[in-house]
């Protein structure tokens, strides 16, 4: 039998140290593929965005966010859209996912109320402290969010509406998609104008008066997770994240109240 060159021996320990580590890659690469996909309102970007890096951290697990009007979030959902976690801006969406039967019933939970205020341009001309001030000639576009889909747009309307400003003001509104984008419109000057979640207020990115709770109904936020998940233990874990130690402080550091029984 003809020996084998020393040269061979070692190409086949080569060949076969690279197939077990590709083995091994494939083993940690499937360990390393848990991921949770939150639907989270828009008003929570900031909020959420520091709390997802802190429980990744805490974790190892990754978390994408999709932010956008609750409304539009809900509707993907009960199209199929492939979330784990839906963090509402408004109750009520949370509860026609549940009442569909898309959602896990314990998981449901109020996690934080929201507030609205006024926002300007800090270098602007016009400064606005009052509802009342909208009705200013310099103010030519007042951006909101829209009420149709996005709970902050009808926080919005209704504390017009109670100002008895509703009708007046109509002509000057401009609907951002979100609550995100709203802001954006008063950013980039688009809106001399506009009325934006405290959670998104930056300061010195805008002058902002906060609107009385009493002028709209409670920005009561609720989350949970959705039954077709297949991550039901991780979704669980980042929902307690948020109401735990580590999250309660943070969500009230951008201007949410957090109910007493989360505590």
């Known amino acids: 039998m003809k020996r084998q060159p020393l040269s061979y ?10 197939i077990l580590s590709a083995c091994g890659n494939d083993n940690s690469n499937q360990e390393s593929q848990d991921e949770l996909l939150i639907a989270a309102a828009s008003d929570l970007t900031l909020a959420f965005t ?9 974790t190892g697990i ?3 966010f999709s932010f956008g009007s609750t409304g539009q979030l809900a509707d993907q959902i009960e199209n199929g859209a492939p979330f784990d976690v839906f963090a ?6 949370v509860d026609r996912l ?16 929201g507030r609205v205020g006024m926002a300007t341009l800090p270098n602007s001309s016009v400064q606005i402290e009052s509802l009342e001030e909208l009705t ?4 030519k576009k007042i951006a909101i969010a829209n009420p ?3 709970p902050y747009g009808l926080a919005a309307k209704q504390a017009l509406e109670t100002a008895g400003l509703w009708e007046e003001v109509q002509e000057k509104l401009v609907y951002g998609r ?13 809106a001399e104008a506009g009325i934006i979640a405290l959670s998104l207020y930056q300061e010195g990115s805008v002058h902002f008066s906060i609107i009385d709770a009493s002028m709209h109904e409670p920005l009561e936020q609720s989350i949970a997770v959705i039954n077709r998940t297949s991550q039901e233990a991780l979704a669980r874990e980042f929902i307690d994240f948020i109401l735990g130690p580590i999250g309660k402080p943070i969500m009230e550091q951008y201007g949410f109240s957090v109910p007493e029984e989360n505590e």
Do not use: K
């Open 9 to 18: 021996f070692i190409t086949i320990m080569i060949l076969s140290f690279t």
């Open 88 to 93: 509402a801006a408004n109750v009520s969406f």
């Open 62 to 64: 990754a978390v994408t």
């Open 136 to 139: 200013d000639p310099a103010v």
């Open 178 to 190: 979100n609550i995100s984008d709203t802001l954006s419109y008063i950013e980039t000057g688009n």
């Open 98 to 113: 549940q009442e569909a039967g898309l959602l896990f019933d314990d998981t449901q939970t109020t996690y934080a109320f």
């Open 50 to 58: 520091e709390l997802g890096s802190l429980f990744e951290e805490e």
């Open 148 to 150: 149709d889909h996005a």
